[in-house]
C-alpha cells in the first residue's frame, strides 16, 4: 500500500509531530508499505484562513492508497481514504493560532465560521479518526457526533538494555510554568547525588532561569537539554516528571517514560489521573511544592520502589494498546 503520512509545524504541537511522523514512516515501511512523509507549511503570522484553503485544495488522490493526517490543517486535505490521527485537544483549525488570536467581531466570527465548515467536511469524508487520549475522544464525539476511537502514539523512544542512572527527567513542551516552579521547589529537597534534566525551551529569559537556579542552589543539578535529545537521553533517567495539564501531552510522556521503565510523577489533575494510577505506574502529588518534595524524596530513597512502579507502567502500555504493531493494524484496516 501507498501511504502518505502529511503532518505539519505549528506552535500548539511543536517538534513532537514530526518525530511521531517520522517514527510511523519508518514503521510502516518496515511492514511492506511504500510510504511518502509530507511535511505542510503553517505560518500563524500569515491569515490561517487562506492557507488552509491552500491545504484543503491540495489533493493528492492520484497518487496515494492511503493518507494518514496527524494535526490539523492537515486533516481538511481531501483524499479518497483518509485517516485522521489527532493528538492532544489540537483537532480542528481554529486550534492552530494562539489564545486571543480571535477578537469578538464579526470578521473573526466568519472566519471561525469557515474554518469550522472546512473542520466538518474533512471529519465527514474520514474513513477513520482516531485521538491520542480518551477524553480528547469523548469530547470530540459529544461535540461533532461523529464516531471515533482512542489510538494513543505509542513510544519514539527505542528501549536500550543500559543501566539507570540518579536522573530525573521531565519535558518542557507545554510546560505549565507554575508547575515547573514547584518541580525545582521540589527537586532542591532530592538528595544531592540526583541530577534533573529538562528538555525543550524555557519559559523564562536566561537571566531569569539563572537567578532562580542560584536561589534554590541546583545550578550544578538542573541541566537543560535541546527537545531533539529526549529520545536518545531517557533511557537513562530512573523516574519523569509530568509538567502539563495536556491529556495528549501527559500521554505521550507517560508512554515514552514507560516505554523505558520508568514511573511518572505529576501533579494531580484530570489529565494526570487519565494516564496515571496513583501507586501503579506512578505517583500523583497535590499542587504544592511541599508534597512534591516529600513524593520524590521517598521514591529516590527507594530504588527498589521505582522499578516497581516502571515495570508496572510497562504492562500499562499492553492496555492502552500503544505499540506499533496494533497502531498500524488499527490503521491501515479499512
Request: aromatic share 8%; proline share 7%; with cysteine.
Amino acid at each position: 500500500m501507498q501511504i502518505i503520512v502529511l503532518h505539519t509545524f505549528c506552535p500548539s504541537a511543536g517538534d513532537s509531530v514530526s518525530h511521531i511522523a517520522a517514527a510511523l514512516s519508518r514503521e510502516l515501511e518496515s511492514r511492506g508499505h511504500k510510504c511518502e512523509e509530507m511535511r505542510m507549511p503553517f505560518d500563524p503570522a500569515s491569515p490561517p484562513l487562506e492557507q488552509i484553503l491552500a491545504f484543503r485544495l491540495l489533493e493528492p488522490v492520484e497518487y496515494g492508497d492511503l493518507l494518514i493526517s496527524l494535526h490539523p490543517p492537515c486533516h481538511v486535505v481531501h483524499h479518497r481514504r483518509k485517516v485522521i490521527w489527532a493528538g492532544g485537544k489540537a483537532f480542528r483549525c481554529g486550534h492552530l493560532m494562539p489564545e486571543g488570536y480571535f477578537r469578538q467581531d464579526p470578521a473573526s466570527n466568519s472566519v471561525l465560521a469557515s474554518m469550522r465548515v472546512s473542520d466538518r467536511m474533512a471529519f465527514a469524508e474520514a474513513r477513520k479518526i482516531f485521538f491520542d487520549s480518551p477524553s480528547s475522544c469523548e469530547s470530540f464525539k459529544r461535540e461533532e457526533g461523529i464516531e471515533a476511537s482512542f489510538l494513543p502514539f505509542p513510544s519514539c523512544v527505542a528501549r536500550r538494555e543500559m543501566p539507570k542512572q540518579k536522573i530525573l527527567a521531565a519535558s518542557l513542551h507545554s510546560a505549565s510554568r507554575v508547575q515547573l516552579l514547584l518541580s525545582l521547589e521540589a527537586f532542591a529537597a532530592v538528595p544531592q547525588d540526583f541530577l534533573l534534566w529538562l528538555f525543550g525551551n524555557l519559559p523564562f529569559s536566561a537571566e531569569q532561569w539563572s537567578s532562580l537556579l542560584r536561589r534554590l542552589g541546583l545550578e550544578d543539578r538542573v541541566k537543560v537539554l535541546p527537545a531533539a535529545q529526549w529520545a536518545e537521553s531517557l533511557p537513562a533517567a530512573m523516574g519523569v516528571i509530568g509538567l502539563s495539564d495536556n491529556a495528549g501531552v501527559l500521554g505521550r510522556l507517560a508512554i515514552d517514560a514507560h516505554a523505558c521503565d520508568a514511573p511518572v510523577v505529576a501533579f494531580d489533575s484530570p489529565a494526570a489521573a487519565e494516564w496515571i494510577e496513583d501507586g501503579r505506574n506512578g505517583l500523583l502529588s497535590p499542587l504544592d511544592s511541599h508534597a512534591l518534595a516529600s513524593i520524590l524524596t521517598q521514591l529516590t530513597s527507594r530504588p527498589d520502589a521505582m522499578r516497581s512502579l516502571g515495570r508496572a507502567g510497562r504492562e500499562r502500555l499492553g492496555e492502552w494498546g500503544a505499540n506499533w504493531d496494533y497502531a498500524i493494524s488499527a490503521i491501515t484496516a479499512l
